[in-house]
């Protein structure tokens, strides 16, 4: 049986996924948290399954060390390509981003139409029309890679001339098919909502599965009976970050995102898990 105070493992190939963690900090706040991101190997969106599969196991077993309770696959790209494959070689619960955003896109959509922006890797898996299809087969899903939004958050270009041109640019087509659905089915884009929120226009719902995932981590741990119930205490540690290469830089940008005061992210030699 598994401490329920123990930690929860939560991984993505950089930053990113730190609007999971930001989520996951909201919702159920008592919970402790690993952070790794894989800051030496980032980007995952255009790398294969096998490498992206490979690099995955690499974190799973470094968290493992942690005795986390769950770990959480904050990356898209991770969990299109890796998650099937992970989570039969471990026995706690694992849980991808893909899923909740899916499920909660298929019940608000009202014209049967739904765009999914992501990474090339998580469009070319076509994980996401999968997911959703599973649920309601009459919904038309059409998928967008926008590689260059990425780097313009990583920039910090989130509400700048730049990214609206090029937003603009990988939307229009989903507004030309009259979409009234649009998942934001990567990490970074939860960071420039505002910008997908203006163009797209007031009637499409956009679905942010770093919020859903967090929800669907809660009902998880509620319903295995595995919350924690300590409240943290000032030198818990509650929050720990962990990378492979560059923390400072981490760092600098993690406390951007989380309003939390990031002291300090440790190096991994990753390779060696
Ligand atoms: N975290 C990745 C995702 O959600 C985006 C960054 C990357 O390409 O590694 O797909």
Request: hydrophobic letters at 40%.
């Amino acid at each position: 049986m598994m401490d329920r105070n123990a930690s929860i493992g939560v991984f993505d190939s950089g930053v990113g996924g730190l609007t999971v963690m930001k989520e996951i900090m909201h919702q159920i706040p008592n919970e402790k948290i690993v952070y790794f991101g894989d800051t030496a190997r980032v980007p995952y969106g255009d790398k294969s399954k096998e490498t992206i599969t490979k690099f995955s196991r690499q974190i799973v077993r470094f968290l493992q060390t942690h005795d986390v309770k769950a770990i959480v696959v904050a990356c898209n790209t991770a969990s299109a390509y890796a998650l099937d494959e992970l989570e039969k070689e471990v026995d706690i619960p694992m849980i991808g981003v893909i899923k909740p955003g899916a499920k909660v896109a298929s019940e608000v959509t009202v014209n049967g139409k739904i765009g999914v922006i992501g990474t090339e890797g998580t469009i070319s898996s076509s994980i996401y029309p999968r997911y959703i299809k599973e649920i309601n087969k009459d919904v038309t899903v059409i998928g967008k890679a926008c590689p260059l939004f990425v780097p313009l958050v990583e920039e910090g270009l989130w509400r700048d001339p730049v990214t609206d041109e090029i937003a603009k640019r990988y939307l229009t087509e989903l507004i030309d098919i009259d979409i009234d659905t649009l998942v934001l089915g990567c990490t970074h884009y939860p960071l420039i909502r505002e910008t997908v929120g203006k163009i797209m226009g007031d009637g499409v719902n956009l679905v942010n599965p770093a919020y859903e995932t967090a929800r669907e981590l809660k009902e998880l741990l509620i319903r295995e009976d595995m919350l924690r119930t300590q409240e943290p205490k000032l030198g818990d540690n509650q929050y720990q970050f962990y990378v492979s290469d560059s923390a400072e830089k981490f760092k600098r940008f993690a406390n951007s995102i989380i309003k939390y005061g990031i002291l300090s992210a440790k190096m991994v030699n990753i390779e060696e898990y």
